[in-house]
C-alpha cells in the first residue's frame, strides 16, 4: 500500500510513501435506488444507480526509523495522521513537522492498494478520524477512518488508474522498526505544557476526530 498528499481535489497523483497496512477494507458502494411508479405488471421495475460512497478504514503498524532524544523520524503511518490532522507546520529550530487538529479538514491524498491481480486506486481520500491503540506485550497500532471520492480498478501494468507496477516498485522497502508499546511515554496536554497523559500503562487508546465537511458526487463507477 502506498499513498501520496494531493494538490488538487479529484486528481490522483504518484504515491511516493510505503504505508506499513495491517489490514484495510475501503470499498465502494452503490446505493440503489427503488421504482415506485405503477408500471401495470407484477413486481418492480428495473433500480437506478444512486450516489456512490467510498468509504472504509485502514489499520496500521506505528514504525520509525530513527529514534534519540532529539526527535523520532516515523515511517510510513505518520503521513496518514498528518492528512487526517489536517495541519501540519515545519519547525526549523527543532527541524521537525508540528501537527496540529484543523477541524475544516481540507487535507486529502491518493491511496494505491496493490492487490496482485489489480491496483485499487483511492482518489482524494480524506480521514474523518484515527485512533492509536497499544497495551502491555505488544506494538502501537493506528486505525484510520477513510472516506474517498472515488476509487479505479485496473491492471497493474496496462490499467487506467494512475499507479502502476512501476510506482510500487519505486516505493522504499525499508521496514522501518515497530514501535512497542513498553518503549513508550505518550503525552496529551495543552500546547506549552507538559502533563503526561499514560505513562507505563497496561494498555491505551485515544481517538482523534475532526470535522470532516464532504462534498458531494455522484461519480460514474471507474473500471479499467
Not at 501520496?4 to 481535489?9: A, Y
Amino acid at each position: 500500500m502506498g499513498a501520496v498528499k494531493e494538490s488538487t481535489f479529484r486528481t490522483p497523483v504518484n504515491i511516493n510513501t510505503r504505508i506499513p497496512v495491517i489490514s484495510e477494507s475501503i470499498s465502494d458502494t452503490i446505493k440503489m435506488i427503488e421504482q415506485e411508479t405503477l408500471m401495470g405488471y407484477p413486481g418492480r421495475d428495473i433500480l437506478d444507480a444512486g450516489p456512490i460512497s467510498v468509504t472504509g478504514s485502514v489499520d496500521t503498524e506505528v514504525r520509525f526509523t530513527t529514534a534519540n532524544s532529539g526527535r523520532t523520524i516515523f515511517f510510513g503511518n505518520d503521513l496518514l495522521v498528518a492528512l487526517a490532522m489536517g495541519a501540519c507546520t515545519w519547525h526549523a529550530g527543532s527541524s521537525t513537522n508540528i501537527l496540529k487538529l484543523n477541524d475544516d479538514q481540507d487535507k486529502f491524498g491518493t491511496i494505491a492498494i496493490h492487490k496482485k491481480i489489480a491496483i485499487w486506486e483511492f482518489v482524494s481520500c480524506f480521514f474523518k478520524g484515527f485512533k492509536f491503540s497499544g497495551k502491555a506485550g505488544e506494538i502501537w497500532k493506528t486505525s484510520f477512518d477513510a472516506v474517498a471520492y472515488k476509487v479505479t480498478r485496473g491492471d497493474p501494468s496496462s490499467g487506467g488508474q494512475q499507479n502502476k507496477q512501476a510506482q510500487f516498485d519505486a516505493l522504499n522497502i525499508t521496514a522501518g522498526k515497530r514501535a512497542l508499546f513498553g518503549d513508550s511515554t505518550f503525552q496529551l496536554a495543552p500546547t506549552g505544557t507538559t502533563r503526561p497523559w499514560m505513562n507505563n500503562a497496561s494498555g491505551r487508546s485515544r481517538r482523534v476526530q475532526p470535522e470532516l465537511r464532504q462534498r458531494p458526487h455522484r461519480p460514474g463507477i471507474q473500471y479499467s
